[in-house]
């Protein structure tokens, strides 16, 4: 089953802040809005969101339909095939998803550890 571009999503305080601090890293802006409190961020293949008052936890990311570069790649596992197969599979899925859709959508899974795990596809 591929899930996609791979990111960690960070619910951050400050985005400048932390924006500044992970460019020192050698991380440089992928895309985003500074004015909307969110940025993507690359360092060679590692992706990170930047999210400031977005989300109350850190959450694993995948992106159906992209890879690392923020590229679309074709063929991809559609956002609902994958919410199709992991509920098949016995787990617990959240947020809404119109099954019957095209195009962007996202839904979430946690894992046993009580991690957020995010499905977003964007396309």
Do not use: C
């Not at 500074?34 to 993507?40: A, G, K, P």
């Not at 694993?60 to 197969?85: C, I, M, S, Y």
């Amino acid at each position: 089953m591929e899930l996609g571009a791979f990111s960690l999503s960070l619910a951050v305080k400050d985005l400048a802040v932390s924006k500044a601090f992970y460019e020192k890293l050698g991380f440089e802006v992928l895309g985003g809005n500074e004015d909307q409190n969110w940025l993507i961020l690359r360092n060679g293949s590692t992706v990170l969101g930047l999210f400031a008052g977005m989300f109350d936890k850190n959450m694993l990311t995948w992106n159906p339909g992209w890879n690392q570069n923020a590229e679309e790649v074709n063929p991809f596992t559609d956002v609902r095939e994958l919410h199709r197969k992991l509920s098949e599979a016995g787990l617990e899925l959240q947020g809404e998803l119109d099954l019957d859709g095209q195009g962007p959508g996202h839904f979430y899974i946690t894992d046993p550890d009580g991690n957020p795990i995010l499905i977003d596809q964007h396309r």
